[in-house]
């Protein structure tokens, strides 16, 4: 999409894939093609997708839910508006003949954030983002395509490379639980992701049985809205024992006559321990990097009015019952 490739848009779709996401019912194919021709004029969009959690249902069958974090700039009226749109894609995958593919996709808009135009864009900048071929990526993509000789060499088939693989799936899945287990504010699924004497070691913590009763109040009465979004993940694995960092990008919009939302960037620090076959979080730290606070600029109404399937909390929001039925939902 930020590429505006409806060839590779079209790759990532069975034939005859579909979409759902309020304002669209219908073909992949449609959506791809009307997207494409709306954005050809317009500056790039760019989505950063996080917090894949995949659950399959069988060999060729999969569901999945992941986070995004879109940045699309309107042009409307005389300055044009920046916008970021966070949300999820719950996705239905299945194995064709030509490798997976997503057989239905699901939009959920959780939250967004709209300012007027302040972009400078001096004659030094660095390299700008575009459609099609003039893009570097792209460039770079072709080139390689054109360069490469021989096929990528498969990981060594040995058992501790194996049980090396499946700790960072692990850890990767136990950062997706935690990120919706807060923002669903599901006590269970956050129990599980630590271990009973684990410490969470931000202002207010301490022992996480003392911390999460703490924290899931404080959601429920004073915050709308959060968003956890994941990536650059590293960790170091050592037997039963792993440390791993994680960058955050996290939206908070609180509640009242006068809310004011939050964007902040920041990083996790895990220690991670593996007791009878299980890893879970036995110390969690968190580094706050930047943060950014303003009024309240969520939407409901404009491009955003057609987007009926909205994040909530607990059995309220879609993904409780996509993830209860096999995503057939």
């Known amino acids: 999409m930020d590429r505006n490739d409806l060839d590779l848009f079209l790759s990532t779709y069975k034939p005859g894939g579909t979409i759902t996401s309020g304002a669209f019912d219908g073909p992949a194919a449609d959506f791809g093609a009307g997207l494409m021709q709306a954005m050809a004029g317009a500056p790039p969009m760019f989505h950063n997708s996080s917090n894949m959690w995949i659950a399959l249902d069988g060999p060729d069958r999969a569901r999945s839910e992941s986070y995004f974090v879109g940045y699309i700039r309107t042009t409307e009226g005389d300055e044009g508006t920046q916008r970021l749109v966070g949300g999820r894609y719950l996705d239905r995958h299945i194995r064709t003949d030509n490798g997976w593919r997503i057989d239905h996709r699901t939009f959920v808009l959780d939250w967004n ?3 007027p135009t302040s972009e400078v864009v001096p004659a030094s900048a660095f390299p700008r983002g575009t459609h099609g071929v003039a893009d570097l990526g792209q460039a770079m993509f072709q080139a390689f395509r054109e360069e490469i ?12 490379a194996l049980d090396e693989a499946l700790t960072h799936l692990a850890l990767h ?9 807060v923002d669903r504010c599901d006590e269970a699924l956050l129990a599980s992701v630590f271990h009973p004497d684990a410490v969470f070691d931000v202002p207010g913590g301490g022992p996480v049985s003392q911390w999460m009763p703490a924290i899931l109040t404080e959601l429920r009465e004073n915050l709308a809205s959060t968003a956890h979004n994941f990536s650059n993940e590293f960790d170091e694995i050592s037997g039963d024992v792993a440390v791993g960092e994680s960058y955050l990008l996290l939206y908070v919009l609180g509640k009242g006559d006068n809310p004011v939302e939050t964007l902040s960037g ?3 620090l895990d220690r991670y321990e593996r007791r009878d076959g299980v890893w879970k979080i036995a110390h969690r730290r968190f580094v706050e990097d930047w943060t950014k606070t ?3 600029t969520c939407q409901d109404d404009g491009m955003y009015e057609g987007m009926k399937l909205r994040g909530g909390r607990g059995a309220d929001d879609p993904v409780a019952a996509f993830w209860a039925s096999g995503g057939m939902q």
């Open 266 to 268: 920041g990083r996790y």
């Open 149 to 160: 000789k021989q096929e990528i060499q498969q990981m060594t088939n040995t058992p501790a």
């Open 173 to 181: 899945n136990l950062r997706c639980a935690y990120a919706r287990a």
């Open 113 to 115: 954030m709209n300012s």
């Open 294 to 296: 303003l009024p309240a």
